[in-house]
């Protein structure tokens, strides 16, 4: 074994990540108060909107101006995974994983610009519901409701809840399912009573006290690492006292401060970064419910502008806010968030793959002072509960309006407002029940599950909403099997991928081509060229759409 310096703070007692500290009674009357600040906002928000029709619950009325929907839009898209996977990936790799926020700066510029006008135009409250309207028939929107559902329980919720719960469970010793149960509970009452506005009101309160946390501990990490010239040099420096002598398990990337990096051997290609990543970043920004309800909520297409301005602002900060202190924190915990070696990081992190994704909650928990660590937790608490009640919110909209109301045409508006209700609180079990199954298979970046599982479901979407929005003679039968042929194809990769992990550092990659040497951001742009090409050739190969669907293009709408 090959020995090199390392900060001694780092092996106290050896492997535990958090030694003997729990909140102060400071820090627990913060968290108590932020609580119930956030319950007063909620049920504010509850008395003060109409929500006893579908549009009021579901659209928050329509009557929301710029600023909550901006800050909205940025805490729905900010969730506890954001802070773990961003600060995990810094660690591990550098600043590349910037890329996926700095590409949604411009996509959510698109939506507004673009897209909006368009889904007001055809009045609609679901993604689904457009896809109905344009293409016609009842299989594309019951296929894409079922996929979008499943995509919010795989990626979202669950994601969501494995981040706040680790960072839970590490820094307070609290049991798992007892945090996260009672976090869920908060969140449901004011999801199921007050709908969207109660949300939107909710996550303009929570992206303040994000920002304010964030930037705090961002403020101590520099501080304690001697600014941004001690983190280029020190970065380099920070690797583990134990790892295998001759490989490069361990050290730093070479490329750690290069955001475009190798199209062959790097662990994101740059053409996958300006193409592949930003097909699934526009279906996310401009097709996604979560993201489009919050702007079909603002009052007028000016005000969504302006909203979408704001969180395009917004989108520069996680660079400086979570992947800078998440390389920080490797540089002052070397030992602990670089583990090299598979059997110490299972007694670190129980992740044999790597323990890059400690980084966030350790920095909180060894930097902050008492109060600021309650403040701390109060950000990381606001950052899942604010994309859960958003996911929340967005999937009964979608189970309701598109699944519900296709079983039960005639039902009442009260009925479809019991379901929706009824829907948030089914999600909720389920959620639970899917946390161990999240912790079982993460990888070592909790960030990189994310966008891989993102470029195999959403690429074939993206495609046929763009097609849809601008193409006129694009028609039902091409888009369905554009979406049918590119999701088959995307779920293949998928389940190899889950098959055939990534070895880990050291080991012989034994995996099939398709998955070795096909970045999933390449396989990306691979199936968006696919589900492309399905639509073009089935569409003009059969009968053209009617009149009244082409209205539902920009150039039918001018016509």
Not at 194 to 199: E, K, T
Request: hydrophobic share 50%; aromatic share 12%.
């Amino acid at each position: 074994m090959e020995t090199t310096s390392s900060t001694p703070s780092s092996v106290t007692p050896p492997w535990d990540v958090f030694p003997q500290k729990t909140l102060d009674s400071i820090d627990i009357a913060v968290l108590v108060l932020y609580f119930l600040f956030v319950l007063a906002v909620g049920l504010w928000s509850m008395w003060k909107t109409q929500r006893s029709t579908v549009k009021g619950y579901f659209l928050a009325g329509g009557q929301m101006v710029w600023w909550p929907v901006g800050a909205s839009l940025f805490a729905s898209n900010v969730g506890s995974g954001h802070f773990i996977g961003l600060a995990g990936s810094g660690a591990a790799s550098g600043i590349a994983a910037t890329a996926y926020e700095w590409n949604g700066m411009f996509c959510v510029l698109v939506l507004a610009w673009l897209f909006l006008p368009i889904y007001i135009a055809a009045g609609v409250t679901t993604m689904p519901e457009y896809l109905r309207k344009r293409f016609g028939g009842k299989r594309i929107q019951m296929f894409l409701a079922i996929l979008y559902l499943f995509i919010y329980i795989f990626t979202k919720i669950s994601v969501d809840m494995y981040a706040g719960a680790l960072f839970i469970q590490q820094a307070l010793h609290w049991d798992l399912y007892i945090a996260v149960a009672g976090l869920l509970a908060i969140t449901a009452v004011y999801t199921v009573a007050g709908g969207l506005a109660a949300v939107i009101y909710t996550d303009a309160l929570q992206t303040f006290i994000m920002l304010i946390g964030a930037v705090t501990l961002m403020v101590f990490s520099f501080v304690e690492v001697g600014g941004l010239e001690g983190l280029q040099t020190k970065y380099f420096d920070a690797i583990p006292s134990t790892r295998k002598e001759n490989s490069s398990c361990g050290l730093p990337r070479e490329d750690a401060f290069h955001i475009f990096r190798d199209p062959v051997n790097s662990d994101l290609p740059w053409p996958g970064v300006l193409v592949g990543m930003t097909i699934p970043s526009l279906w996310y920004w401009c097709t996604d419910q979560v993201i489009v309800q919050r702007s079909l909520a603002a009052k007028n297409l000016s005000h969504a502008k302006g909203g979408s301005l704001m969180t395009s602002y917004l989108k520069i900060l996680p660079l400086f806010m979570m992947v800078m202190p998440g390389m920080i924190s490797r540089i002052l915990f070397p030992d602990l968030v670089a583990c090299a070696d598979a059997e110490i990081c299972r007694k670190i992190c129980g992740n044999p793959s790597g323990c890059s994704d400690i980084a966030y909650p350790k920095l909180v928990i060894e930097l902050l002072p008492v109060g600021l660590r309650g403040l701390m937790m109060s950000v990381m608490i606001a950052a899942l509960m604010s994309s859960l009640t958003s996911i929340f919110n967005s999937a009964s909209t979608i189970f309701t309006m598109d699944l519900w109301k296709h079983f039960r045409p005639r039902c009442s508006e009260w009925e479809l407002m019991i379901v929706g209700r009824v829907f948030v609180l089914l999600l909720t079990v389920v959620s639970i029940l899917w946390i161990p199954l999240v912790q079982a298979g993460q990888g070592g970046q909790l960030f990189i599950y994310i966008q891989s599982i993102s470029s195999y479901l959403q690429p074939p979407v993206a495609m046929v909403f763009i097609l849809g929005c601008f193409w006129k003679r694009a028609n039902e039968k091409g888009a369905f099997w554009g979406l049918v042929i590119g999701l088959l194809l995307g779920v293949i990769r998928l389940v190899l991928d889950f098959i055939y992990p990534e070895p880990q550092c050291g080991e012989i990659d034994l995996r099939p081509g398709v998955v070795k040497y096909m970045h999933y951001l390449y396989f990306s742009m691979v199936l968006a060229a696919i589900s492309t090409l399905t639509v073009l050739v089935v569409s003009m190969l059969t009968e053209p759409p009617s009149e009244e669907m082409v209205q539902l293009t920009p150039k039918g709408a001018r016509s």
